[in-house]
């Protein structure tokens, strides 16, 4: 047991002693998914754009609010959003999807976790250009609230970490797991205020519609103050109990899990 | 200084069906405290194989003796189910597939960076050996290009060149160089004897006797995951071909 957790310890430090290793390959393997186009990553900075803005005019119809107020609120609920769901569905694939790399490379399986939630974090920069141009057409108030995006994104970094490393080793040894978790993340999308307010939900229903949702909260944190507002009690306390239980999961699942890892995915 | 020291090396296989790997049924299984043990296959069995530097090992046996399972534990990428494996100097594996490791959309270039840098060297000192990794794979100015557009023996040439380029210790190869035309083979040839002149060690799996002569000084026979003879290169092939010739262990 104590070696097991020796090992695994040893290989998450390791993997961190490689920093630079991993975010220069996370820096290549985003230049090479657009390595034939012209617009490169930005692509994604336009497609974020074009359904950020699409969605508020709609949903901003239906739902009857004041298009300066809900455009900035959908942006950064679904730029928020795309990084949580981006590092849950790629945390879940990472072993998987990278077993050459795993089979041929001797490198820490820790590397290939930090490696992906970089490209995620890559993609999510460019995609904090359209809340930048937000706060230079005032959207977006410029307040000393917007200074918390930086802890927010540092939590949700946290917890992209830990969900690589109990939900990774979990898809590559059961592999319905995969199309799972592909197939919640979709209803995810609606389930999580990320189109609509909570306040427009009724009160004694919330519990059970949205309370639950772990996505929720840590979006809460992201989202909050680019809005002007610090983000609740509730949210902190939530975004504790999901961290906490990420890390715990991560701990106890990569630890069990490392040394038959390879196997699973020969 | 390089050694390999394997000691009762056990690996297993499961051979994860739908239903194993299916969760639900495990968690109903458990539940009902009947969990069916998956199918296990044996890749190597009590495995004990001691290899001084200067060897040049050759491993024989027939498809599914363990040959590729005894590589990647002995390169770290597969830790062994039980036994030890302790293994002192760099070791450089090119196990698996043309391809594997190399980012198919990246050029050659590109690759000799990335795939440095996944071996633990830092851009700056891969991109300082781009001409002569270039030079030695041969592959000129098609280095500039993405690597999807090469033929698989480019491929390989190209991972063989940045693997030795980083002068390891212990230099693992599956099957020579496979696809690799005989110009390269013949300078990567050159390059091992410089190699093995550093008191390197060599472990090369082949179904290639010429190749296990020429390359080998020493040989393992493995079957079923055991070590059935362990010799001369000579003599471990002939008792390898006659036990299949009349029928023995086949």
């Known amino acids: 047991m104590a070696v097991r957790t020796t090992a695994a310890v040893g290989d998450v430090a390791e993997g961190l002693r490689r920093w630079r290793s991993w975010f220069y390959l996370a820096v290549e393997s985003v230049k090479n998914q657009y390595r034939r186009t012209v617009l490169g990553p930005w692509w994604l900075t336009l497609q974020t754009a074009a359904y950020v803005v699409g969605l508020a005019v709609l949903f901003g119809a239906i739902f009857r609010q004041p298009l300066d107020e809900f455009v900035p609120y959908v942006a950064g609920g679904f730029i928020g959003f795309t990084l949580l769901s981006g590092l849950t569905r790629n945390g879940a694939e990472v072993f998987v999807n990278n077993a050459t790399t795993l089979l041929s490379t001797r490198q820490p399986l820790s590397m290939l976790v930090f490696q992906m939630v970089s490209v995620e974090l890559l993609q999510f920069a460019h995609n904090l250009l359209i809340i930048m141009a937000f706060v230079a057409l005032g959207l977006v108030p410029l307040s000393p609230l917007l200074l918390l995006v930086v802890p927010a994104v540092l939590v949700i970094t946290i917890n992209g970490v830990a969900i690589g490393l109990w939900l990774g080793p979990t898809v590559a040894r059961f592999r319905d797991v995969g199309p799972f978790v592909a197939s919640i993340l979709q209803v995810m999308m609606f389930f999580t205020p990320v189109f609509w307010r909570v306040d427009e939900i009724a009160a004694d229903q919330r519990g059970a519609l949205v309370g639950w949702n772990p996505f929720g909260y840590l979006l809460g944190l992201f989202r909050d103050p680019l809005l002007g507002d610090l983000p609740s009690f509730s949210t902190w306390v939530g975004v504790a109990a999901v961290t906490g239980l990420n890390l715990l999961l991560a701990a106890w699942v990569f630890t069990r899990t490392r040394s038959r890892l390879p196997y699973w995915v020969s | ?250």
């Open chain 2, 1 to 250: 200084m390089a050694t390999i020291s394997l000691r009762k090396v056990h690996a297993e296989y499961q051979l994860l069906s739908v239903r194993d790997y299916n969760l639900k049924n495990r968690v109903v299984q458990s539940v009902r405290g009947r969990l069916k043990e998956p199918v296990v296959i044996d890749a190597l069995r009590s495995i004990d194989l001691d290899i001084r530097e200067g060897s040049r090992l050759g491993l024989v046996g027939p498809n599914g003796a363990g040959k590729s399972t005894l590589l990647s534990i002995m390169a770290g990428l597969l830790p062994p189910t039980s036994g030890s494996v302790r293994v002192e100097g760099r070791v450089l594996a090119l196990l698996g597939g043309s391809e594997a490791g190399l980012d198919q959309e990246a050029s050659g270039r590109d690759n000799v960076v990335s795939m440095g840098v996944q071996l633990g060297e830092s851009p700056t000192s891969m991109r300082a050996r781009i001409d002569d990794i270039t030079d030695f794979s041969g592959l000129g100015d098609r280095i500039q290009h993405p690597v999807y557009s090469y033929s698989s023996g480019m491929q390989t040439r190209l991972r063989f060149s940045i693997l030795t380029s980083l002068r390891p210790d212990v230099l693992l190869l599956d099957e020579g160089l496979g696809t690799a035309d005989a110009e390269f083979t013949a300078r990567a040839n050159r390059r091992l004897d410089e190699f093995m002149t550093s008191a390197g060690i060599l472990v090369l799996a082949s179904h290639g006797d010429a190749l296990l002569k020429e390359q080998c000084t020493e040989a393992v026979w493995l079957q079923s995951g055991a070590i059935v003879e362990q010799g001369s290169v000579d003599g471990v092939l002939r008792g390898y071909h006659h036990s299949y010739s009349t029928g023995i262990n086949g």
